[in-house]
């Protein structure tokens, strides 16, 4: 069966430190792969999307970014860490098909910028 | 770029109550998910619309697709506390990736 890690869960990081967030996905191959960020008590804004290996596309601008070294690998990364980066960083995969699939969500993890 | 816009934000129901959220693209959708989103936790698949009128029901939850494919609801019937979380419609975007709605934040009251 398919299981995705996300590591770590809770992370408290200061101003202006680096940032890497990893998610592995066990028993697929050529996975979608997504990172996604919630602000406490909003929606799920969509970061990154990954479609193979090296395949990055950016939905928003901003201080992060992702990288796809391994087809089941996925990282986000900060050089600099903002303030406005807080919030809840979920990784995501689905079965990469012509037609959408569902999508499985890692457990997440809670980052506080201090 | 597609848009998937969601209400209401906030829904508090005495238990017992029916909820309903609804969901609105701006672009015709292949297809729409469900997710439900338990406080503290993470997003949980719940169901798949693809054809347009489409209904689909599971338990208590009664889900719809419109007939011109760019909304869609989910009805909850007579409220448990177990329904309290965040709900998420999420649709396919120009490149097939998956945009979330705004989601719902249900509150049962006992």
């Known amino acids: 069966s398919q299981t995705i890690h996300q590591w770590p869960a809770t992370l408290v990081q200061p101003v202006g430190s680096p940032l890497s967030l990893e998610c592995t996905v066990e028993?697929?191959?050529?996975?979608?792969l997504y990172w996604y960020r919630q602000a406490a008590g909003r929606g799920l804004q969509l970061l990154f999307y990954s479609v193979g290996i090296g395949q990055i596309s950016s939905e928003v601008p901003q201080n992060l970014s992702a990288s796809r070294p391994q087809d089941r690998q996925f990282i986000l990364s900060s050089k600099k860490l903002l303030l406005s980066d807080s919030g809840f960083y979920l990784c995501?995969?689905?079965?990469?098909?012509?037609?959408?699939?569902?999508?499985?969500f890692g457990q997440g993890t809670r980052l506080t910028v201090v | 770029g597609q848009q998937v816009m969601q209400i209401p934000q906030y829904q508090h129901v005495q238990e017992g109550e029916d909820f309903t959220t609804y969901c609105n693209s701006s672009?015709?959708?292949?297809?729409i998910q469900w997710y439900k989103q338990r406080p503290g936790g993470h997003p949980v698949f719940l169901i798949q619309l693809v054809k347009s009128g489409e209904v689909k029901k599971q338990k208590r939850l009664t889900f719809q697709f419109g007939e011109a494919k760019k909304n869609s609801s989910l009805h909850i019937t007579a409220t448990q506390t177990t329904d309290v979380g965040t709900y998420f419609c999420a649709g396919p975007g120009s490149a097939r990736q998956l945009t979330f709605g705004s989601g719902t934040q249900l509150t049962v009251l006992p």
């Open positions: 028993g697929t191959s050529n996975p979608n």
């Open positions: 995501a995969w689905s079965v990469r098909t012509t037609l959408n699939t569902e999508a499985f």
């Open positions: 672009t015709t959708l292949s297809n």
